[in-house]
């Protein structure tokens, strides 16, 4: 999923870079940059959702840090998988539930002409992926309940 995050985004850059130029020196834009723009934006947001939930690599804020506790961290561990599976999983059926909409009204981008169903239903799966990264991180509650808590360092404190 990385590797493929990696060229979308090098492609969107390029795309930009030639429609810039094309605007600005050529006087000639690239018909429909936008629309590839938006929905490259949208799979390239939902191929790197699923690598930031298995990684853990979420904004965090501890409000709490002096609370410290094996209890705690498995609590925001449960919780933190809990939310998230289920946010993604609402997301990838609402997302289904429009592909099958845009499906059926054949809905197609402005410009280009490019069939929207097919850009939905990639999201809906994405997002339904990423619901089940959310839960991976689960296997390390064990870890989390038999080993000393974080001390907290005064140094990432945000006050």
């Given at each position: 999923?990385?590797?493929?995050a ?18 600005n ?9 936008t ?7 949208v799979?390239?947001?939902?191929l ?10 979420h ?12 209890v ?10 809990g ?35 097919p ?34 360092d005064?140094?990432n404190?945000?006050?």
């Open positions: 999923m990385a590797i493929a990696a060229v979308l985004i090098f492609s969107l850059m390029m795309l930009t870079l030639f429609d810039v130029i094309g605007r020196i050529l006087n000639h834009p690239i018909r429909g940059a629309e590839l723009t938006e929905i490259g934006l799979i390239l947001s939902f790197l959702f699923p690598i930031v939930a298995v990684q853990q690599r904004i965090v804020a501890d409000v709490a840090d002096v609370f410290q506790s094996r705690l961290d498995a609590l925001q561990l449960l919780l933190t998988a939310l998230g599976c289920g946010f993604f999983a609402l997301i990838a059926w609402r997302m289904w539930l429009m592909a099958e909409r845009s499906a059926r009204y054949n809905d197609v981008t402005a410009s280009l002409g490019i069939p929207i169903a850009v939905l239903y990639a999201v809906a799966v994405l997002a339904g992926f990423g619901a089940l990264c959310f839960l991976l991180p689960l296997r390390d509650l064990p870890r989390v309940l038999r080993t000393q808590a974080k001390a907290a005064p140094r404190s945000i006050l």
